[in-house]
């Protein structure tokens, strides 16, 4: 699921515990906590699982979980002004937004097969800054699924240009391009760990 920010302020109510929380960022970010946590929330209702405005809290990594949920893999993304929420029964999930920013050659090359760095370096700055922006919230979302950010390092999980589908070792992932406002990328593991 994914929203702008104050989109999803204005049309969900915010938990207290996350409200109270926010507000210890400065006003930019407390906007995107609220809401990233607020859309999580919309998204465990909707699915049946409501946590009735109980803790989303964070391990030592940065990485979301729910306390007493252990059957829940959660996962949260931010960037300027947008907010993801991903849920997954009995598995890790990892998501990523990204709104298109500018990328150089050497990112490209990092991150992109050969061939891929070249098309993408041919094209105009708009549709270059989408396109990667596509392939690297995959990247990220992969790596977030296995508990990792970018010590994970998703530049080495392969994606190819204009791919929506695939699998990283255990991690399946996709990008729902064409019905989302913004590049997302979601993934997901087999199952969860047997102990965390």
């Given at each position: 699921m994914v929203g702008r920010s104050e989109e999803v302020l204005d049309a969900l109510p915010v938990a207290v515990r996350d409200r109270a929380a926010a507000s210890r960022f400065p006003p930019w970010r407390a906007e995107e906590y609220a809401a990233s946590r607020t859309l999580l929330r919309a998204l465990l209702r909707e699915i049946g699982e409501d946590v009735a405005g109980g803790p989303v809290a964070a391990r030592p990594s940065g990485r979301p979980y729910l306390p007493g949920r252990p059957d829940l893999g959660v996962s949260l993304s931010h960037s300027s002004g947008w907010v993801a929420a991903a849920v997954g029964r009995d598995r890790d999930v990892g998501v990523d937004v990204q709104t298109p920013a500018a990328v150089g050659d050497r990112l490209l090359r990092l991150c992109c097969p050969p061939a891929d760095a070249e098309v993408l370096a041919g094209m105009a700055e708009a549709r270059r800054r989408r396109e990667f922006a596509w392939i690297f919230t995959v990247q990220e979302a992969c790596v977030k699924a296995v508990g990792r950010g970018l010590s994970g390092r998703p530049w080495n999980v392969p994606v190819n240009l204009g791919?929506?589908?695939?699998?990283?070792?255990?991690?399946?992932?996709?990008?729902?391009?064409?019905?989302?406002?913004?590049?997302?990328?979601?993934?997901?593991?087999?199952?969860?760990?047997?102990?965390?």
């Open positions: 791919q929506q589908a695939g699998d990283w070792g255990r991690v399946s992932w996709c990008a729902p391009r064409g019905g989302e406002p913004v590049p997302v990328g979601c993934a997901w593991n087999a199952r969860l760990p047997t102990t965390s």
